[in-house]
Every structure is written in structure tokens, then in C-alpha cells.
């Protein structure tokens, strides 16, 4: 089971930017499709972007799309989450994630109920 660490979050004005990482160890990156979901206090998870363990396709929760951007570095086994024009409404906990699924959509589709791995997550506050 791959183990995964984020970094990145802290507190921003609402417009600014803010780029998560999260590198994953202990397993083959290149087998699971990796993503981020969000939990803001007293709310469920839910997804936010995800990207294709097969072509590096990616897809994104409708709340964030436009603004927010997914990549990967399959050599450094590590993913990103470049979040841009950020709002009030997107201070959560952002937490990694990777799914042996084949597909991005497949990882909203699921829900965190088909996550095998999960970071700790980090905070993500905007200000108003």
C-alpha cells in the first residue's frame, strides 16, 4: 500500500494562489490514479481533481474547475494541485489520494469510499 505526505497548505487572501504537493512512497506510483479531495469542517469529504493512472488525463469537481489545475512528476513520484483565483469556500483540509482505478472520473464516481490510500491531509484556509 503506498504511503502518501502532503505539503503546501497555510493561509491565503481570497483571489491568491496556493500549490499543494504530496509525494507517495512504499508502493508503484505509476498503478494508481492519484487525486485530491477536500473536507471543510463539519462537511464530508468530497472530491476535488484526480488524474489518470493510464495517460495522465485529469477531471475535475465542477466547484473548481477553471481554477484549480492537477499534474503529476512520475519520476518524483509526486503530485500537485495548483489552486488558483482561490474562494472562502474552498478553506479545508485537502487531502491526497490514490485509487487503483484506471480512469479520473472513475476516482469521483467512487467517492472516497474507493480510496486505497490516504495522506494526512493539510489545511487550506482563505480569507475573506
Known amino acids: 500500500q503506498v504511503q502518501l505526505e502532503e505539503s503546501g497548505g497555510g493561509l491565503v487572501q481570497a483571489g491568491g494562489s496556493l500549490r499543494l504537493s504530496c509525494v507517495a512512497s512504499?508502493?508503484?506510483?505509476?498503478?494508481?490514479?492519484m487525486g485530491w479531495f477536500r473536507q471543510a469542517p463539519g462537511k464530508e469529504r468530497k472530491f476535488v481533481a484526480a488524474?489518470?493512472?493510464?495517460?495522465?488525463?485529469?477531471h475535475y469537481a465542477d466547484s473548481v474547475k477553471g481554477r484549480f489545475s492537477i499534474s503529476k512528476d512520475n519520476a518524483k513520484n509526486t503530485v500537485y494541485l495548483q489552486m488558483n483565483s482561490l474562494k472562502h469556500e474552498d478553506t479545508a483540509v485537502y487531502y491526497c489520494?490514490?485509487?487503483?482505478?484506471?480512469?479520473?472520473?472513475?476516482?469521483?464516481?467512487?467517492?472516497?469510499?474507493?480510496?486505497?490510500?490516504w495522506g494526512r491531509g493539510t489545511l487550506v484556509t482563505v480569507s475573506s
Open positions: 489520494a490514490a485509487a487503483r482505478v484506471t480512469t479520473a472520473q472513475a476516482m469521483e464516481l467512487l467517492g472516497p469510499q474507493g480510496v486505497n490510500s
Open positions: 512504499g508502493g508503484t506510483f505509476s498503478t494508481y490514479t
Open positions: 488524474t489518470s493512472r493510464s495517460d495522465g488525463s485529469t
